[in-house]
């Protein structure tokens, strides 16, 4: 995942867990804090509120800029109770899907 923000690609983290992604984006914050967790906000762990959607919205009076804040960044992440696998699923725009 490192590798494809390092290269510029827009990668979406999908997991079926909430602390998963959490921890995820927690231990990818100690680097790098250019991230988006596609969330209400009403869930994130404190540490992770200012990455999430709803804050960010705050910051955007027009569709358009808040495009812009979400196409700066390189990671969202986001958690759906829809993932039929436990898995962690990785998508890069060049490389398609890979399971961890």
Known sequence: MRALVDAQKSVLLVTNN???LEHILNKFKETNDNF???SSGSVAEESLRPHTTKELAKTADTLAKLSEIYNKVSLKGYQSTY???PNVTLRSSLTGFMYL
Do not use: R
């Open 18 to 20: 909430n602390m998963a």
């Open 36 to 38: 988006i967790k596609i």
């Open 83 to 85: 993932i039929p696998s």
